[in-house]
Structures are given as C-alpha cells and as structure tokens.
C-alpha cells in the first residue's frame, strides 16, 4: 500500500472540495445559459434577417444591425444593463437604425436588471426597442 503522510491528504482533500463546488455551481439552476454571448446573438439576428458583428468606422462593433435597428446584445445582469443602453444609443447615432436591446437571461435573478433597464426606457422615453430572451436550459 501507498502511505500518504497528512499533507498529501490535505491537499487531496482540498482539491476534491474544490472540484465539488465547481461541479455544484455548474449544475446549479442559478447560472445554465449553455453557450456565449456572442451565439445567441447570432442567432437572435439571423432570426432578425440582419448582419451580426457589423464593424463602425471606429471600430466599435454592432451586435445585430437589422434594415431597422442597431442591436446591443447583453447579459440581463450588473453593470453590464445600464452599459448597454448607451451603446444601443451610440450604435443608433452612427447608423441612424432605432436603437435596439437583446437582453439575454441566464440567471434567476435577471428580472431586476431587465426592470431597471424598462425603468430608464419609460422614464426618458427613449426609442429603444427593448428585447428579452431566456436562454436557461431549465
């Protein structure tokens, strides 16, 4: 038989507990949006008829740009919901398309995000065509 003194056990122990909760988060019903971004935009904007990853003269990239609206394509959580409304806006300013919003829920707590963002629309009354997607697999 191998002996193994105390530390080789401790460390093996503290990999298996590190491999459980990686195990644990990644089956949880809290996070199980099964691709990318960048996936479910492409296929939001070829349900759309429009071009995905559209390149401005500056750079800046268009999610979605459709024959009438400028898409930003996001996360329905954190920062990342208020950012999107200024780029929804930017995007609309150099194409001169409406501005449009793919919000993409894979968490459970995704609703107060999406509130806040209809919040900000409503009371500035601004144009932008608000869209939400549930991409959870459960």
């Not at 988060?25 to 099964?34: C, H, I, K, M």
Request: charged letters at 25%; aromatic letters at 8%.
């Amino acid at each position: 038989p191998i002996k193994l003194n105390m530390t080789s056990k401790l460390s093996g122990l503290i990999v298996l507990s590190k491999l459980a909760v990686a195990a644990c988060l990644l089956t949880s019903g809290n996070a199980l949006a099964v691709e990318n971004e960048d996936y479910y935009n492409r296929l939001f904007c070829k349900e759309m008829g429009g071009q995905a990853e559209y390149v401005l003269p500056d750079r800046s990239r268009v999610d979605c740009l459709t024959s009438t609206h400028a898409f930003e394509a996001d996360w329905a959580q954190g920062l990342k919901v208020f950012e999107s409304i200024g780029q929804a806006l930017y995007y609309s300013a150099e194409t001169g398309k409406q501005p449009g919003i793919l919000l993409l829920i894979k968490k459970n707590n995704s609703e107060k995000y999406i509130r806040k963002v209809r919040r900000v629309i409503e009371t500035f009354n601004l144009p932008i065509k608000l869209i939400i997607r549930d991409v959870r697999t459960n």
